[in-house]
């Protein structure tokens, strides 16, 4: 293994820890959500004098939402599994000593690959905007 796939190698390592962490990070949010609306609706449903711990459950699917939107984490696990995807694709034709491998066109072709991918990223949330009519 040459030094560019070394280099190739510990990139693909590393969005598929980017992917698999974001993966993750809305599952949690779906559980966190989900369990404090059923607690929420069990404080509510047996009356329970906890105001305040029923406000702050019932106000968490909301927000997981809110910072979901805004973070778009699966969007982003999406990205960086395609990233991955990609880059693993280069370096097994890489190994594989595959016609147009050389280090240099690999590292042309991962040039490639994060120009496109970078056009490509989720970037931020926005909020929704009333549709603009002319006239």
Not at 57 to 67: S, T
Not at 70 to 79: E, I, M
Not at 81 to 87: A, H, M, Q
Not at 95 to 114: C, F
Request: aromatic share 10%; net charge neutral; hydrophobic share 45%.
């Amino acid at each position: 293994m040459n030094s560019t796939e070394q280099k190739l190698a510990l990139e693909v390592e590393h969005y598929l820890n980017l992917a698999r962490g974001n993966y993750f990070t809305v599952w949690a949010m779906y559980i966190l959500s989900v369990g404090a609306s059923v607690l929420a609706t069990v404080f509510a449903a047996t009356g329970s004098p906890e105001k305040v711990r029923l406000a702050v459950l019932a106000a968490v699917p909301a927000i997981v939402l809110l910072v979901n939107n805004t973070f778009k984490f699966n969007a982003r696990s999406q990205w960086h599994y395609e990233k991955k995807r990609r880059l693993d694709s280069l370096l097994r034709l890489s190994e594989a000593g595959a016609a147009g491998t050389t280090p240099p066109e690999v590292a042309a072709e991962w040039n490639r690959i994060d120009e496109d991918m970078d056009k490509r990223w989720p970037g931020w949330g926005e909020l929704p905007k009333a549709p603009i009519h002319d006239g």
